[in-house]
């Protein structure tokens, strides 16, 4: 059964010159923690405002626990809980009012819902009478879990819950959505960061509106084309242009201590052939090896194969 269905939804801004969501199609399971994976811009935040009723669609039909995102407005508002990209609770509120606040809206208490929100209200609680404005960014985004949990949802959408949030409570932030997931609620979660796709039990990556591809995070990284190389030397900055320079080079992208890169001919010859031409341009200490495909390393060369061109 699914919880959430999108079918060639369409949403376009400024007089049909934006097309922010292009004719999306795909559906998360019940009980499943789905990923949609893009950068800024991509499509992310307009899907979960209209899967959220909070923007109607211009083309397409949605459904959210089987009601419709525009006639059932009203009964999905009760259903789903919903946290934003943009921290939205009331700054100078403390966060035990806002919790209040929030339980009160959708007629129930904090005592009703603890057993949900208990392992993580219990990380904040010691601060309940602080302003909520006065958080830190870890802090802020425990409350906004625990106001958007605390009506009991069995849809849970989370727009970027991580987006500026140290990497220590990106970390306890998943683990949270693990436990939730046992508890059998559905979870749908977008994100920026490329690594947080394979916490996801399904993913889709998106960009520019479009649905790159569907799938599961291993079947993403195994439907990668051809073998990936990474490649360093002393000077990676030089590197990445002489290897835009080689004939050879199919993509050439940096990946930190390494740049990835794909070759049209992958023979031990033009191997050989690449390390003599950066030897010839005073490249040292090269190292050149068959690497695994990271889901970003996927979204790049699905993006590019979208647009028709390539990364050199």
């Known amino acids: 059964m699914h919880d959430v269905v999108l079918d060639k939804i369409r949403k376009t801004y400024n007089k049909n010159s934006l097309v922010a969501v292009d004719n999306v199609s795909l559906s998360v399971n019940k009980g499943e923690l789905f990923g949609l994976i893009g950068p800024d811009g991509a499509g992310k935040t307009s899907i979960f405002r209209i899967l959220t009723t909070l923007l109607l669609p211009d083309g397409g039909n949605a459904s959210v626990s089987g009601y419709d995102v525009v006639k059932d407005y009203k009964i999905i508002r009760n ?48 601060f309940k009478t602080r302003r909520a404005g006065k958080l830190s960014g870890g802090m802020k985004q425990k409350l906004a879990l625990c106001c958007a949990l605390i009506h009991r949802p069995t849809v849970l959408f989370l727009d970027e819950p991580t987006t500026g949030v140290d990497t220590v409570s990106r970390k306890e932030f998943w683990e949270m959505l ?58 990676m900055s030089g590197l990445l242009k002489d290897l835009r320079d080689f004939g050879n080079i199919e993509s050439c992208n940096a990946f930190g201590e390494y740049h990835h890169i794909t070759l049209s001919d992958e023979s031990d010859a033009t191997q050989h052939e690449l390390k003599t031409y950066l030897e010839s341009k005073q490249h040292e200490n090269i190292v050149l090896q068959s690497t695994t495909p990271t889901i970003e390393d996927c979204f790049i060369q699905l993006m590019n194969n979208q647009d028709g061109g390539n990364s050199n």
């Open 79 to 126: 259903h789903v809980g919903y946290m934003p990209g943009r921290f939205s609770l009331y700054q100078d509120l403390s966060v035990e009012e806002n919790l209040n606040f929030f339980a009160t809206l959708f007629g129930t208490t904090i005592k009703e819902n603890y057993d949900l929100i208990k392992e993580i209200y219990v990380q904040i609680e010691p």
């Open 178 to 235: 693990k436990r939730l997931k046992s508890q059998g609620i559905t979870i749908m979660v977008s994100t920026p960061y490329m690594d947080e796709a394979t916490l996801c039990e399904r993913i889709a990556l998106i960009q520019s509106g479009k649905i790159l591809s569907i799938n599961t995070p291993a079947n993403v990284i195994a439907q990668f084309p051809q073998n990936l190389f990474a490649i360093k030397s002393t000077n």
